[in-house]
């Protein structure tokens, strides 16, 4: 098979709350046990995930910031982290400030993009972004440089309100800086099969979104929510959960979906 480089996928949904970070974090760790390279780019200014993946404060000297402005090269970003085949570009408060400083500047939206352009992302064969909670700067850019997106939606009422926006925001970037950006699916989280209302959001988004969504769905898992302050993926605190189950349900699915 031709080698068409690494799936990038954007984690992204302007709600915050949702899983993304756990999505990206485990999702990347589920991957990575499964042989894959894996990068998982932090684009959050809350840096949640490079806290999840155990890169203390101190350790964060060169950022993502450094990526979208001082275009600080990819391979001086990345960290190897304690489990195997798992990569991090880690985030700090600092990416805060990228809005206003890129402001209107030409070029603004492909700061990502370039930063991937070098030979070092050929060595990954998925690159995860986790987005921030806002259809920003920084998510416009995770969406110029990402092959596709992955939507965590979170079971609740009101779950699908925010979707539509998010698609527009996709279709607008297909229309101009990334013509071959597609919705690789959506994820739901914090599932509880005890609760009606569970099923029925399940119900609305097979429905309206088909096969979009994936057979797999993250249960709530308190095991889910621990780990990061522990620095592990799930996978590692506690293989046997139900959240690791689930999260590498979800990477065989999406590994059956890729490869088909
Ligand atoms: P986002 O990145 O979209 O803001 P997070 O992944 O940080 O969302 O999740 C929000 C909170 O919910 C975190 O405290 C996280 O640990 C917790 N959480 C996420 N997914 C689950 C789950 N499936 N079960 C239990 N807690 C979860
Ligand atoms: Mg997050």
Same mark, same amino acid.
């Given at each position: ?32 046990? !499964? ?75 492909? !700061? ?49 309100? $925010? ?7 996709? !279709? ?12 690789? $699916? ?56 139900? $959240? ?17």
């Amino acid at each position: 098979m031709p080698n068409d480089g690494p799936v990038i996928l954007s984690v992204a949904n302007q709600k915050g709350g949702v899983g993304k970070t756990t999505t990206s974090i485990n999702l990347g760790a589920a991957l990575a046990a !499964r042989g894959q390279s894996v990068l998982i780019v932090d684009l959050d200014p809350q840096g949640n995930a490079s806290t999840g993946l155990g890169v203390a404060l101190d350790d964060r000297i060169v950022t993502t910031y450094d990526l979208l402005i001082e275009e600080a090269k990819l391979q001086d970003v990345a960290q190897i982290t304690d489990f195997p085949n798992l990569v991090i570009a880690p985030a700090t408060t600092d990416l805060s400030s990228v809005d206003i400083e890129l402001g209107k500047s030409e070029g603004r939206i492909l !700061r990502l993009k370039n930063a991937f352009s070098g030979a070092a992302i050929e060595a990954f064969d998925y690159v995860i972004i986790d987005c921030p909670p806002s259809l920003n700067l920084l998510t416009l850019n995770a969406f110029v440089a990402s092959t596709a997106v992955l939507v965590p939606l979170q079971t609740e009422f009101f779950a699908l309100e $925010g979707l539509s926006q998010l698609l527009l925001t996709v !279709r607008d970037v297909r229309d101009g800086a990334n013509p071959a950006l597609r919705i690789d $699916g959506v994820v739901l989280t914090m599932y509880d099969k005890r609760n009606n209302l569970c099923i029925q959001v399940e119900n609305d988004a097979r429905e309206n979104l088909g096969d979009l969504v994936y057979r797999t769905v993250i249960p709530r898992n308190v095991r889910l929510s621990e780990a990061p302050s522990f620095a592990q993926p799930v996978l590692n605190y506690d293989p046997n959960s139900r $959240g690791a189950i689930a999260y590498k349900s979800l990477a065989s699915e999406m590994l059956k979906r890729h490869e088909g």
